[in-house]
């Protein structure tokens, strides 16, 4: 077994009180690679804001674990070396069994995701406990989950919403022992998190989707104040990465996101942690294509990797001072 201290992390709960505190919301950015991982540290390192690095089970299977491991380890190494060591938490996004979790410990990460929120509530409450009694066992942090969100990233999905009902969220921390949760309200997986029919749209053509449901989050402060909650499907799907896709030979169809100043106003409660991934795919994948169409000839993978990793770091600078509120808080 490696503990996560070995590999210079640290858990996610003197964090997320510092935010709830502070009225701002820890960046949780989903990585795979190598230019992600980059981008995600020079920024977080350029802005002095903490972060969680997340990997969801699919990530885990492409990078592989052992890989993923050392990958965390040099991260820390990597902000040590740009000038300012930022705390930085290893996050299992998703897990969805038991068994993921306990190997997701075992090999270093401090902090782990267990989504029961597919299941029956009692059983969410018996898989989401067992998770915590092991997890608290080597100092790991634990999330929880209330409510499903609708729409499809990496291995989750759901055709539509449930909210999270307030009333549930006593009993669940209570019985679980989370040390976080994640609630509906309203965002959804994906780039295409709205249909266009649930929109209204402006005089320049811009879908703006359905407000965030507000009043479920204040009911729910209301009843665990003060207690870590996180919004996961909240990507604000720029239109101008949306339109260079797609002026360059993409095909992304009616992709709407979660207004930023939504966002804002969720950061400054108690939502002390916001997941942010398909926006940074977004963004690689703009500049890609706009590298293979401006320099079809080329073919070395730094030539496009590397413009796609500082748009990717200039779009995660701009989370993290305009949305997140983060900036120098690490």
Aim: proline share 5%.
């Amino acid at each position: 077994m490696t503990h996560y201290k070995e590999l210079g992390l640290v858990n996610s709960k003197e964090l997320f009180q510092k935010a709830v505190k502070g009225g701002y919301a820890i960046p949780a950015f989903n990585f795979n690679n190598l230019e992600q991982l980059q981008a995600i540290i020079g920024a977080c390192v350029e802005t002095k804001s903490p972060v969680l690095l997340q990997v969801s089970s699919g990530a885990r299977k492409y990078a592989n674990q052992t890989l993923l491991k050392y990958l965390a380890k040099g991260a820390v190494d990597y902000a040590k070396e740009l000038g300012y060591a930022i705390p930085i938490v290893l996050h299992l996004d998703h897990g969805d069994t038991l068994e993921l979790c306990k190997s997701c410990v075992e090999s270093g990460f401090s902090s782990v995701m267990i989504d029961g929120s597919h299941h029956p509530y009692d059983k969410n409450v018996e898989v989401t406990r067992q998770v915590v009694e092991y997890a608290h066992k080597h100092d790991v942090s634990v999330e929880g989950e209330l409510g499903v969100l609708a729409g499809i990233e990496d291995e989750v999905s759901s055709a539509v919403t449930h909210y999270t009902k307030p009333e549930e969220v006593e009993d669940f921390v209570k019985k679980t022992g989370v040390d976080s949760l994640a609630i509906s309200i309203g965002t959804s997986h994906g780039a295409n998190k709205f249909k266009p029919e649930q929109c209204t749209r402006t005089a320049e053509g811009i879908l703006v989707p359905p407000p965030l449901r507000f009043d479920i989050l204040e009911e729910v402060e209301k009843r665990i104040p003060g207690f870590p909650i996180v919004l996961h499907g909240a990507s604000s799907v720029p239109p101008e990465l949306v339109r260079i896709i797609n002026s360059n030979g993409g095909k992304l169809k009616d992709a709407v996101g979660i207004p930023e100043e939504q966002l804002r106003r969720a950061a400054a409660s108690a939502v002390c942690k916001i997941n942010i991934d398909s926006d940074g795919r977004l963004a690689m994948t703009a500049a890609i294509r706009k590298a293979f169409v401006d320099n079809p000839a080329e073919f070395d993978p730094r030539k496009y990797l590397g413009p796609a990793r500082d748009q990717l770091k200039e779009l995660y600078k701009h989370k993290i001072v305009n949305v997140l509120g983060s900036a120098n808080r690490a």
